[in-house]
């Protein structure tokens, strides 16, 4: 088969393993090479040498904005958070209204005063931002390829720390969309940045919107790094679209249902919901808290925590960052037109 690759084939699959690559590059920086800034700094560059347009929200904007999940996880941090806007919109673009990606941009997490243990979880959270980096290369890849779909990644970005004026515990914040959260562990960070993005997300008024993020231990305990974890309100007909992108690529999609019952598990004595959920079904409670904040908007949220770094080496995967996802949403994005 191999002698019968297209030319333009093997340019399109260079294009998306370059996707790939520089997913897996931002994923395994660490911390000391790759802050907030740094990586917005690399989505930039991507951008200029792919072809799509970037905007860096500083933290100025950021508080314009009224982002308070962002802003409560940075305060921890000696240095400031960004906002990332990529937009790809090529010359004939086959949908008139955008898909935006969200990905969560965690540079490192200690779980803030929440602290994680070090061994087999602090030690690796250079990797927590990996949805952002997929949404950079998919961006990237959709660029290079000349993919004609309008597409915007949102990258929120920040480490989450235990220093000075970090949040606490018992905090209420004022998000984006104007709902209160209770904080009721610090190391539950990461849907508190998704939902300051997904609520902006929705000014784009997108065909559809996919968050990416290495959320909960619960999702990686539920299918391991097999597959990714998958839920959200599009409807069952595009659900079987990314099922099917996720078997051509073997990044494999496992559905979680997001009944009505499962907001229980986020309600708050003194705020509209808490980020903790209960001790079961911790992916579910987190994609439901993730909903209130997209409502009236097509959604789908992937819980990449088993796949998206590996600590031995896995087939064609490697070892360390993986890239996972960035082959799966190209397949999925290029596929509905």
């Known amino acids: 088969m191999g002698a019968n690759l297209q030319a333009e084939t093997v340019q399109e699959l260079e294009g998306i393993l370059q996707g790939v690559s520089l997913a897996r590059d931002l994923v395994n920086e660490p911390l000391n090479r790759l802050n907030a800034i740094q990586f917005a700094e690399r989505m930039a560059a991507a951008g200029e040498e792919a ?26 941090s000696p240095e400031p958070p ?50 952002g980096a997929a949404v950079t290369g998919v961006l990237y890849a959709l660029a290079k390829n000349k993919i004609p779909l309008h597409v915007i990644g949102l990258v929120p970005a920040t480490d989450n720390r235990p220093g000075g004026l970090a949040f606490v515990p018992g905090d209420v914040l004022e998000m984006h969309s104007g709902l ?23 000014k784009y008024d997108p065909e559809l919107v996919f968050d990416i993020a290495t959320l909960t231990g619960s999702a990686a305990r539920a299918v391991g790094k097999e ?25 494999r999609i496992v559905e979680l249902p997001l009944w009505d019952e499962y907001a229980e598990h986020i309600k708050s004595d003194i705020a509209d ?5 209960k001790a079961e079904a911790g992916a579910i409670s987190a ?16 819980d ?5 770094f590996l600590t031995a080496p896995d087939s064609y995967r490697g070892k360390g ?5 960035v082959r799966l949403l190209y397949d999925f994005l290029k596929s509905t037109y």
């Open 82 to 131: 960004t906002f990332t806007i990529m937009e790809y919109k090529p010359e004939g673009a086959k949908n008139e209204r955008p898909y935006v990606l969200v990905g969560k941009g965690v540079v490192f997490d200690t779980g803030g005063l929440s602290l994680k243990p070090t061994p087999n979880s602090m030690d690796m959270m250079k990797c927590d931002m990996a949805g």
């Open 287 to 302: 994609g439901k808290f993730l909903e209130r904040f997209i409502e009236g908007t097509p959604w789908i949220h992937l």
């Open 51 to 76: 072809g799509f347009h970037t905007d860096i929200l500083d933290l100025a904007r950021i508080e314009a904005l009224r982002m308070g999940g962002l802003i409560a996880v940075n305060l921890g």
């Open 180 to 202: 209160t959260v209770e904080v009721l562990n610090t190391d539950a960070e990461g849907r508190l940045l998704l939902a300051d993005a997904l609520s902006f997300a929705r």
């Open 304 to 308: 990449i925590a088993g796949p998206a």
């Open 321 to 325: 960052g993986t890239g996972t996802s």
């Open 273 to 277: 919901i808490n980020n903790l959920g």
């Open 227 to 251: 597959g990714l974890v998958a839920m959200g309100t599009a409807g069952d007909e595009r659900m079987l679209q990314l099922k099917q992108a996720g078997n051509r690529t073997h990044e």
